[in-house]
């Protein structure tokens, strides 16, 4: 009885100790006071980490791709960007430059080739929607988005996110600053002048200052085009002379190609083939003046094996006009002024004065399909996108050598640094996703820039499909039949190098549909229909 009584006194208490431990194993505040109390948190703790963290133990180095060249500069400033992001979430990223020349061949090669790649500039005019049908891309998740990018979130418009959305599903991380831009051409007041002119609205009245430039300046070429940015840009500039361009058919997005389009100054959103009217006269009228300044040596005979931009070579006198964009030029513009160029900028306008706003899409990262590492490719984009100090190195590089804050609160340049010898020029790294409401103006800005500047916001307008998507998956072939036969056949009235421009224009069209136009056109109406209608027009 005795040893019964012991046994079942020792099962209670064995009991008793079980239920204890289970409870003191679900309390997470133990006392301080208890010696066994921090062991256990601690141990705790290494085996289950906090699930609402992200587990950034192993360090990873994130592999990404941007457009255009790396700056001189650019070591030391991804060395500052890299000690930041190994403190803060224990990775470093290797960024890979695909040169304007390059882009129509490598960009989609980098994606489809298996190489490692995390992530990848993304842009409504370099082949988005076309890489994100092929599956290149991975697709997001609005929630972990959330969890891992939170300073984004709590920015970013969800009308970004629908006008990034391709075929239901989310492929880019756009910029929260949808750039307040257009397009524009710089050109040399001291040219103009002995050209006899005062002023220049569009860019179909260059032809006086083309002459000059043929006339007395012979290592210069008027228009120094590239094989991919510069190459279809004259020729845009000039059909908005007579019609609302968007800058690229609506079907591929890739302003190298013809295909649909509509005018973004007419409220109905009517689409048509760039072969039909009124479409089509526009063009006739900017190939016409394209045929005759190729023909008088105004443009560079081969631009396809060019790669260096107008812009790139414009003050050291090789173009005559710098092709480019509000934002880019500002540069240009100031290393001009410091060789004792005057410039002049010209914003390609419509008739009415007209540009249209830039969408969401205009400007945005990708994750690769393949990327091991997603992850912490967006915490990286969180940091670099909208933390200011991440920000302002990326775009700026380092204070003190690149740029210095002055008393009136502009973004100038340290002593002895000059927009000729500053190893990291602003916007010229590609990194043009990142939050812009960050930056300051710049001291060096030009006061013909600064005029720009400020009247950019005027030239803006909203037009019937910002924010629409097109979903190829159906015409997919057609698309990419469309695009050889622009290649073969559109490029050369691009730039003028033709003979005659109604028959160029009866070869691309009968070439367009074999190509399957008209069923793209179809598709097109279809889905702009359906986009209008959600909208309410």
């Known amino acids: 009885m005795k040893k019964s009584s012991i046994l079942l006194f020792t099962l209670l208490l064995s009991f008793v100790l079980v239920i204890s431990a289970c409870g003191n ?18 141990a705790s703790g290494a085996a289950s980490p906090d699930a609402s963290k992200p587990d950034n133990s192993k360090e990873v180095k994130l592999v990404g791709y941007l457009l255009g060249e790396a700056p001189k500069g650019m070591p030391e400033v991804l060395a500052a960007l890299n000690e930041k992001f190994k403190k803060d979430i224990n990775a470093t990223i290797e960024l890979n430059y695909i040169g304007w020349g390059d882009v129509a061949s490598k960009y989609p090669l980098v994606l489809a080739s298996g190489e490692d790649v995390d992530f990848i500039f993304a842009a409504d005019w370099n082949f988005y929607t076309s890489e994100a049908n092929k599956g290149a891309f991975m697709s997001l998740d609005l929630e972990k988005m959330k969890q891992l990018m939170p300073k984004y979130m709590a920015k970013q418009n969800q009308a970004a996110f629908t006008a990034a959305t391709v075929n239901g599903k989310l492929y880019m991380i756009p910029t929260t600053t949808p750039d307040r831009k257009v397009s524009v051409a710089v050109i040399r007041k001291d040219i103009m002048e002995k050209a006899g002119l005062a002023e220049v609205k569009k860019f179909s009245e260059l032809e006086p200052y083309f002459a000059e430039i043929k006339k007395d300046y012979p290592d210069m070429i008027p228009l120094n085009l590239d094989s991919q940015f510069d190459l279809p840009t004259p020729y845009q500039y000039l059909l908005r002379d007579k019609i609302g361009f968007q800058g690229a058919p609506i079907d591929s997005g890739d302003p190298m190609t013809e295909g649909v389009a509509y005018d973004f100054s007419d409220p109905t959103g009517k689409i048509m083939s760039m072969l039909e009217e009124p479409m089509l006269s526009a063009q006739k009228y900017a190939a016409g003046i394209m045929k005759d300044w190729y023909a008088k040596g105004y443009v560079n005979k081969n631009p396809y094996s060019n790669k260096t931009r107008s812009k790139d070579n414009f003050c050291e006198g090789k173009s005559g006009v710098a092709l480019g964009n509000s934002y880019d030029v500002a540069t240009v ?80 340049l340290p002593e002895g640094v000059t927009s000729e010898n500053n190893t990291y020029p602003p916007d010229a790294s590609g990194f043009w996703f990142i939050d812009k409401d960050f930056f300051k103006p710049m001291a060096d800005w030009t006061a013909e820039y600064t005029k720009h500047h400020d009247e950019v916001a005027s030239f803006l307008t909203d037009f019937p499909y910002n924010g629409f998507t097109f979903n190829s998956d159906k015409v997919k072939t057609q698309i990419a039949n469309m695009k050889n036969v622009s290649s073969q056949y559109a490029s050369p009235i691009f730039i003028g190098a033709i003979k005659d421009v109604d028959s160029a224009f009866a070869t691309l069209d009968e070439k367009l549909k074999s190509a399957g136009i008209d069923k793209v056109k179809t598709e097109v109406e279809a889905q702009a229909a359906a986009y209008l209608a959600s909208k309410g027009k």
């Open 25 to 42: 194993n679900n309390n997470n505040s133990a006392p301080s006071d208890s010696p066994n109390a921090s062991v256990s948190a601690s």
């Open 333 to 412: 513009m100031s290393q001009c002024k410091a060789k004792g160029i005057d410039t002049y900028i010209i914003p390609s306008l419509t008739q009415d004065g007209k540009a249209p706003q830039n969408t969401w899409t205009n400007n945005g990262v990708a994750i690769a399909a393949n990327s091991k590492n997603a992850d912490r490719v967006m915490q990286m984009l969180d940091l670099l996108m909208e933390d200011e100090s991440y920000a302002t190195t990326a775009y700026f590089g380092i204070e003190g050598k690149n740029y210095a804050v002055t008393a009136e609160g502009t973004i100038g």
